[in-house]
């Protein structure tokens, strides 16, 4: 297929590059960053513009790759009679591109996107449609990229999925994030953990997160929770949190250890 | 080394398949679990005894990778004079293996340790010891199995490791055990998640944590924050985490994206 990307960030960047990896051909990018975008352009052999009247009328796709307000801004100027046009993000609703064409949707990559990685992940797609004609093109498209990892999902459960994302991603960063300070200030290395992270996101590959939870909140391990409250004095930041999912595991029940 | 392993559970299973992969001789699986002692030991080509009279008096290395009130127990009975004898226990002092041998210490491995694991895990080791000797003598095994992986490390700073260790894989687990269950409720498939909590925790183990936050906190995205608590109002424990995970990472500073 013939796509255009709007965009040059991370979201761009990665699709991108799995685009052109399945064999479809980037007629362009568009975006405002006019450094970035060439550079992506170059990257992705095709050519780039920072004007939306520059656009190309004829491709097959539109992805626009680029922050929710910024959604907001194209879709009042573009138009694009009866193209397919989608947008990349999560808790924006498919209905802001009414204006730009009667064929829009969402094209949403549920997968943490850094322009900088060397090796091309595994990303989950969320497609919608608003008729079948789209919906079939998004998914065609989705299909091409991420085999057995692509379904249909509305504006509320695209939502959805971004909350469950935001917890098991964003926080979960948050947590080693904390405790890389917290190892900073108390001069232990946090390098050392490194295994321990990789071990606990491997083991939900294959078991349900429920089964596998360890620990002393868990086991109810009064005495060794009482010893790491009293080493958390000096971060209290840290112990609320500590003592929030102490308390939120222990009133979940069951676990193992 | 000939080594004398006490326990039959996650922890002895686990060493005790890296003492063997590593050409050690395990003498003897002492446990009070007859049936999973004598599983152990036949997989480790050993023999195996729930007494502590009959426990090989002649071993270099005594490992007691039992659960942290079952070391006191065991210290009070237990008199191997000039042995080396460790407990593996984070938040235990290695003093409590005092009446048992003038030479003790400890073995902590710094891992999230299954014995239905089907691949053994890369450990990092700290070490501690009553003397030099027992220090060397427990350096060494930890050096046969976890090469470049292995430290010294007081009571108190297997203690902070410890605390360390909770934030990053238990609490870490649970956050995916909660978006498990809200996905459950809400009828979205948790196993999307799964390559995105992959990456989350890969990416970190090449770059800080602290550069890879991204997500609508740290871009103190109001708008889409406050369509996740609409979400999360049936939700009343997660919100309370979400409210909290959120405050932390905005009071935390700086990130990308």
Known sequence: ??????????????LGR????????ILQIVARNASAASSLAYELNTESTNYLSLVHKTADIYILAVPDSVIIGIAKELRLPDRVVAHTAASVSKDVLNPVTSRYGVFYPLQSLRKEMSTLPTIPLFFDGSDQYTSDVLQSLADSISPQLVTAATDEQRLKLHVAAVITGNFTNHLYSLAEEYCRKEGIDFAQLRPLI???????????????????????????????????????????????MTESIQSDGGGRE
């Open 198 to 244: 990789a071990e606990t996101a491997l083991r939900i590959q294959s078991i349900s997160p429920k089964q596998a939870q360890t620990g002393p909140a868990i086991r109810h391990d009064r005495e060794t929770i009482e010893k790491h409250l009293a080493l958390l004095e000096n971060h209290p930041s840290l112990k609320s949190i500590y003592v929030l």
């Open 1 to 14: 297929m013939e796509i255009v990307i709007f965009g040059s960030g991370n979201v761009a960047s990665v």
């Open 18 to 25: 799995k685009f052109k990896a399945a064999g479809h051909n």
